[in-house]
């Protein structure tokens, strides 16, 4: 009986920490360096589906709501060629940080605490962001590449910040509910051997 406890508990820690580490996406988040940034078309260039833009607070690619509204932080991008503008910072009736960022058509989006954003490709099945970023030694110059048909963007005067984890409240709670489940089973069987 003892044992049977002991691997239950085992199995659900073990349960929780799987999930929590196969939940957690990797965001490449982008940061302008100056004013706009350009999106360059490569050897192997989007030739379908939709390159998007995102506030990087926006992990799900949710294009939800009135399209490039500001609303849901998401710009449609022109794969081959275009530039976005980002300027002015505060605008009126935005929080402290927001810019506001404008593609080659004047359209705009907003992004918020700062300049931070991310680009992904839709192919047809959702939003993806890039199976691989390389970024040329010495320069702020990078490609873009999904597996996804083999397309590829470049990205000029972007540099690449850290990717960000992004934790899933739930799969943490899993993993501490299992460790607390071998804590207890560990206690309750040094009590019995005690005694």
Request: hydrophobic letters at 35%; proline letters at 6%; aromatic letters at 8%.
């Given at each position: 009986?003892?044992t ?20 957690t996406a990797?965001v490449?988040?982008?940061?302008p ?12 260039p ?11 607070n926006?992990?799900?690619?949710d ?5 490039y509204n500001?609303s ?30 404008t593609?080659?058509?004047?359209i ?9 954003f991310?680009?992904?490709?839709n ?8 199976n691989s970023?390389t ?9 873009l ?19 960000s984890?992004v934790?899933?409240p ?18 309750h ?7």
């Amino acid at each position: 009986m003892k044992t049977r406890k002991r691997r239950t508990a085992l199995v659900a820690a073990l349960a929780g920490l799987l999930v929590s580490s196969t939940a957690t996406a990797s965001v490449v988040t982008w940061i302008p360096t100056d004013s706009n940034v350009n999106i360059l078309p490569t050897a192997t260039p989007i030739s379908s589906g939709t390159l998007g833009f995102f506030d990087n607070n926006n992990t799900t690619y949710d294009t939800s709501g009135s399209s490039y509204n500001g609303s849901s932080g998401y710009l449609a991008v022109n794969p081959a060629g275009d530039t976005l503008s980002f300027g002015p910072t505060n605008p009126v009736g935005q929080t402290t940080g927001t810019f506001q960022v404008t593609n080659a058509a004047s359209i705009s989006t907003y992004v918020t605490n700062g300049p931070y954003f991310t680009l992904a490709y839709n192919a047809g099945s959702g939003f993806q962001q890039p199976n691989s970023v390389t970024c040329n030694a010495g320069s702020s110059s990078c490609t873009l590449t999904w597996d996804v048909g083999g397309s590829a963007v470049g990205v000029d005067l972007a540099t690449v910040e850290a990717p960000s984890s992004v934790p899933l409240p739930a799969a943490g709670w899993l993993f501490l509910s299992g460790l607390v489940g071998l804590v207890s089973v560990g206690r309750h069987s040094n009590k019995k051997a005690a005694a």
